[in-house]
């Protein structure tokens, strides 16, 4: 009976644990951090840590996009890393919410639709997908890179 008490509450505690802010324990310093606190500190992080936090994110309920247009903000610097972890990525889901990075950048920094090796490389990740929710998915965060004006560019016309 002892056995089976402590199980359960070490499995009370796991879960507990686990749950709190539902962050890995990599990041466990953003935990009990306020939204403004946790976007400071992501600006401190190197790329990799960063799209890592942002898949992350994505994974909440509603999932956290903020972190996306704070990669974004930074401009073209990160595009070659972002298209080398989107083309190692083995997970689709993965795949599609670095996807969604890249449609960030298009809407407030970078105009991807004058990039042809960008969108080269994302049409060959998009096309090569075989689970259909996220080929589909990601298809359509294509489709909207494609067809978005930057809100840089709009700005410029005002």
């Known amino acids: 009976m002892r056995f089976k008490e402590l199980l359960i509450s070490r499995s009370i505690l796991l879960v ?9 324990p990599e990041f466990a310093d953003f935990r009990g951090l306020t939204p403004e606190q946790e976007h400071k500190k ?4 190197p790329i990799d840590k960063k799209v890592d936090f942002h898949l992350v994110k994505m994974r909440f309920h509603p ?13 073209e610097k990160n595009l070659p890393y972002l298209l080398e972890r989107l083309e190692r990525e083995s997970n689709e889901m993965r795949k599609h919410d670095i996807i969604v990075i890249f449609g960030a950048i298009q809407t407030i920094s970078v105009d991807l639709r004058k990039r042809d090796d960008v969108m080269s490389r994302l049409q060959t990740v998009v096309d090569q997908m075989k689970e259909p929710i996220w080929k589909e998915m990601s298809e359509q965060s294509l489709q909207d890179i494609k067809s ?3 809100k840089y560019v709009l700005d410029k016309k005002k």
Not at 16 to 24: A, I, R, V
Not at 65 to 72: G, K, N
């Open 42 to 45: 992501f600006k401190t992080l």
């Open 16 to 24: 507990l644990s686990m749950s709190k802010c539902g962050l890995p």
């Open 63 to 75: 999932p956290v996009l903020s972190f996306a247009y704070d990669i974004a903000g930074e401009g």
């Open 148 to 150: 978005t004006t930057p």
